[in-house]
Nanobody, 123 residues
Framework: QEQLVESGGGLVQAGDSLRLSCAAS????????MGWFRQAPGKEREFVAA????????FYTDSVKGRFTISRDNAKNAVYLQMDSLKPEDTAVYYC????????????????WGQGTQVTVSS
């Protein structure tokens, strides 16, 4: 059974850094694009970042460009999100996703999801 498991969330102060990890199992995800979404309380799930299967191309929502970096290690079947210069508005549950059909920006286009990890940034 395919499974994505996120880790690395926590409570930090504004300006701090966190590195989220997503471990994939049950199949080889190395040939698939992978991404990160987030959902704040009372808001819809939104796209954060995505990476092609080779890692050759990356995509970010405007609000995280220059602060977040997505990467992957296909040998470990894992994807990462390095988050620097965190802001209180980055507070959300962060979800790992895999295997999109169509554009990367819509949650409904992704086939596999993790359970999420909470990131809280205090001011």
């Amino acid at each position: 059974q395919e499974q994505l498991v996120e880790s690395g969330g926590g409570l930090v102060q504004a300006g701090d850094s966190l590195r989220l990890s997503c471990a994939a199992s049950g199949r080889t995800f190395s040939s698939l694009p992978m991404g990160w979404f987030r959902q704040a309380p009372g808001k819809e799930r939104e796209f954060v970042a995505a990476i092609t299967w080779s890692g050759g191309s990356t995509f970010y929502t405007d609000s995280v460009k220059g602060r977040f970096t997505i990467s992957r290690d296909n040998a470990k079947n894992a994807v990462y999100l390095q988050m620097d210069s965190l802001k209180p508005e980055d507070t959300a549950v962060y979800y790992c996703a895999a295997d999109p059909e169509g554009d990367y920006y819509r949650p409904g286009h992704w086939a596999y999801w993790g359970q999420g990890t909470q990131v809280t940034v205090s001011s």
